[in-house]
């Protein structure tokens, strides 16, 4: 079946622009990861849903940063007024439910702030 | 200090080596742990997935944990060009929810 989906695959945006990521997750999964990739830094966790809620979100850097969840499936992760050091590998992963269960990360979008 | 130390390498090792790779971590709630392989421009995918201390196998790859030393392996034997990318250890714990830990991940590159 179809694996994790993530749109864009590259964004180049100017310091200051607000950008969108989106996410599909897999058909039936109910939990819903984001990561940021930099170099050097390894993956840090940003925030995860279970549904449309969002029970951990205590990786997100800053109030810039902020992320939704309709209807158990897509999402998409905000970043209002961005700066230089948001560029970075912004991963998605969804796994069919929590503790145990294997988290599927889609292929990324790599944002660059000039 | 980082939860999760791995060394970045890169690694570099002719095909048909024995190639392993480690983590050390400082969090002893950690319960479970994970090796995912990540190719250039791609997301990462799972390779290995174990709990608790103990010795896992599948085909050419072996887990290995060491809670008591707080010490995660990945051994990968008969190492193929296609093993060329980066390995990610990665681990949680019982109350951490759903979110994992990652280590920076190690450059693996095979030579034919």
């Known amino acids: ?114 | 200090q980082k939860e999760v130390e791995q060394d970045p390498g890169p690694l570099s090792v002719p095909e048909g080596a024995i190639v392993s790779l480690n983590c050390t971590y400082s969090n002893s709630a950690f319960q479970y742990f994970m090796w995912y392989r990540q190719y250039s421009r791609k997301g990462p995918e799972l390779l290995m997935y174990t709990y608790s201390s103990g010795n896992k196998e599948d085909g050419r790859f072996t887990a290995q944990v060491d809670k008591s030393s707080k010490y995660i392996s990945l051994f990968i034997r008969d190492s193929q060009p296609s093993d060329s990318a980066t390995y990610l250890c990665a681990m949680k714990g019982e109350t951490s929810g759903s979110r994992l830990t990652f280590g920076e991940g190690t450059q693996l590159t095979v030579n034919p």
């Open chain 1, 1 to 114: 079946g179809a694996g994790v989906s993530q749109s864009p695959s590259n964004k180049v945006t100017e310091k200051g622009k607000d950008v969108e990521l989106r996410c599909d997750p897999i058909s039936g999964h109910t939990a819903l990861y984001w990561y940021r990739q930099s170099l050097g830094q390894g993956l840090e966790f940003l925030i995860y849903f279970q549904g449309n809620s969002a029970p951990d979100k205590s990786g997100l850097p800053s109030d810039r940063f902020s992320a939704e969840r309709t209807g158990g499936s897509v999402s998409t992760l905000t970043i209002q007024r961005t700066q230089q050091e948001d560029s970075a590998v912004y991963l998605c992963a969804s796994s069919r439910g929590v503790r145990t269960d294997t988290q599927y990360f889609g292929p990324g979008t790599r944002l660059t702030v000039l």
